[in-house]
């Protein structure tokens, strides 16, 4: 999701007979990957797929009054594998159960997105394969571990008390549960804030710097909330989707999957789409396990283990994908074929903006997938992938040539300068995701943090890539990889924005960008990635005008 562009005009209807608003402060920009709300309503999956945090995880599910009778999932009355594009009593069924988990989806019969984005995340978190259908394992799994949790409630609602603590019952706790899951922590969403819950909230508190009490108060709300939900789950790690080496530090949606597959192997991560240290000691553990070198990197035979038997985590997983324009792939590929065609397909589909299961199997959604790519490119639509589909497929995922790598932060400025005017959606713009490890188009995500980091790797200044702004200040504040705050801001070092001040450069109101110039006084000019076009038109990236003093909170970071 990204956010609206600065200056504009914003609906809000009570503000007079007309509705609109004008916004005289600068629009908040979100720094981080994608997942919560953003500020700018797109049509399409990833707004979807957001609603869930929106509507249901952080407001508390809201039962639709037309949703159908629930029908019993295992009853002959529903289909053996229920699917996205369903709408019946058997998703009723199905959106009660994940909300006793603790998903927070309105209940209402139909099985979009958001119950897909649910599905998969019970599924990684029960260790069974992360497919978005509901089969007969996953049927089995929601009875058996049944579950009676409160829907979620929003921690800083009315409806929750101002410090929760141990002993508490309700959807509060059951939000707050969700909320550490997120954060990696193996305890059950039921509602119930005991022993297990007081030593993950300790934890949290202690790792995030916070007064270690055990109390969800005003600060451990604040950071719990700090936080994106994860992009789609479907990218299949051997598809030209995901790098090849996928490795410490990047995020996205291989990166996810990832993490669901180690969850097949028998380890317990928050899918959370963050290659961060328990991810990195989980690889490495299942690495041992396998007889495979112990780097840490996972490459071609660390993914060709991940998807050996799989099938001893509940499904048959997906054929290796191969190249669209090979021999091995038919001229025109079409509905009801199974391949590793077909699961390269499915992952280039992902790339522009679908949430397609990658299975290897051309069924109903993947064909409409392929007919609204084909309307998107103004190709014939016939669902059908020939060459002409295969061309645009892979026309927009491989960008020009990038500057060559190298020059230090002596090049930071004459990097950052050259992309001046590539708009947000482009095959370039796009490229940029690869300094993370996401292929991802920018017109869903914010991507600001991302084309500082990929500035960083063409130059070479620092190792460090992040898809968030916190994280660039976390690291530059603690004077690592070559990162350091500085009071004296010169041409090409970062500066970080937070919007709504506090100078704590979290809550997904903060930006980033590259300093272009200084005046000698508070003001400068940036280039900045994911930001509006002075003259008008979409987004990309732009030289802006700014201050120091101008109601939000800036700090440059020098990389030497």
């Known amino acids: 999701m990204k956010r609206v562009t600065e200056n504009v005009t914003q609906r809000a209807g009570a503000n007079g007979p007309s509705g609109v608003r004008t916004a005289t402060a600068p629009v908040r920009h979100r720094g981080a990957m994608t997942g919560r709300p953003g500020w700018r309503a797109r049509a399409g999956v990833f707004a979807a797929t957001t609603a869930l945090l929106s509507a249901g995880s952080l407001l508390g ?25 369903q709408k019946s009593g058997c998703v009723t069924e199905l959106q009660n159960l994940l ?62 008390p101002a410090n929760i603590v141990k002993g508490d019952k309700g959807g509060c706790v059951t939000e707050l549960q969700r909320l550490l899951r997120h954060f990696g922590y193996s305890i059950d969403v039921d509602g119930d804030f005991g022993s297990a819950t007081d030593s993950a909230v300790r934890d949290f508190q202690a790792s995030n710097g916070l007064s270690v009490d055990g109390q969800v108060g005003t600060n451990t709300k604040r950071e ?16 030209a989707s995901c790098p090849s080496n996928i490795v410490e530090g990047q995020s996205g949606g291989c990166v996810a999957t990832l993490q669901a597959l180690l969850n097949g192997k028998g380890q317990h991560l928050d899918v959370d789409g963050q290659f961060g240290p328990q991810t990195l000691a989980a690889v490495k553990s299942f690495q041992s396990s396998a007889g495979l070198s112990v780097d840490g990197e996972v490459g071609p035979n660390t993914k060709t283990a991940l998807y050996s038997n799989i099938s001893a985590g509940g499904g048959n997983g997906a054929p290796a994908p191969i190249n669209l324009t090979s021999s091995s792939c038919p001229s025109n590929i ?58 645009a497929l892979y026309g927009a995922v491989t960008g020009p040539s990038s500057p060559a790598p190298g020059g230090g932060y002596s090049k930071i400025l004459d990097v950052a ?15 940029y995701g690869s300094a993370v490890g996401l292929s991802m188009s920018t017109s869903n995500y914010a991507w600001c943090a991302t084309f500082v980091s990929w500035v960083a790797k063409q130059t070479g200044a620092s190792s460090y890539r992040n ?14 990889y070559h990162l350091s705050v500085t009071n004296d801001p010169q041409p090409g070092d970062i500066v970080a924005f937070d919007w709504n001040g506090g100078n704590d450069y979290t809550g997904g109101h903060e ?17 900045e990635g994911n930001t509006s076009n002075p003259n008008g038109g979409s987004d990309g990236v732009y030289v802006k005008n700014r201050s120091t003093n101008s109601g939000y909170d800036v700090l440059f970071i020098r990389v030497r």
């Open 99 to 160: 909300n006793a988990h603790g998903a927070g989806l309105t209940v209402d019969g139909d099985f979009g997105a958001n119950t897909l984005y649910a599905v998969r995340q019970y599924q990684a978190s029960v260790a069974i394969a992360v497919d978005g259908q509901v089969g007969p394992q996953t049927k089995a799994k929601l009875y058996a571990t049944g579950g009676s949790a409160p829907s979620p409630i929003n921690l800083n609602s009315a409806s929750c």
């Open 224 to 239: 719990l909330y700090d936080t994106d939900e994860s992009p789609s789950t479907a990218l299949d790690l051997r598809s």
């Open 467 to 480: 898809t968030y702004v916190s994280g660039w200040v976390k690291q530059a504040r603690a004077g690592n």
């Open 511 to 527: 930006h980033i960008g590259i300093v272009r110039t200084v005046s000698g006084g508070a003001g400068f000019t940036t280039v």
């Open 334 to 391: 079409v509905q009801g074929q199974k391949s590793g065609c077909v699961t390269e397909l499915q992952s280039l589909l992902n790339h522009h903006g679908a949430d397609l299961a990658v299975d290897g199997d051309f069924g109903p959604l993947t064909a409409s997938a392929v007919r609204d790519f084909q309307a998107e490119k103004g190709l014939s639509v016939d669902g059908e992938v020939g060459p002409n589909t295969k061309a």
């Open 61 to 85: 599910a809201v039962p639709a009054s037309a949703a159908p009778a629930a029908i019993r999932l295992t009853s002959s009355a529903c289909p053996a594998n229920i699917v996205q594009g």
């Open 417 to 431: 300068q050259a992309e001046v005017g590539t708009v947000e959606g482009s095959a370039r713009a796009n490229s």
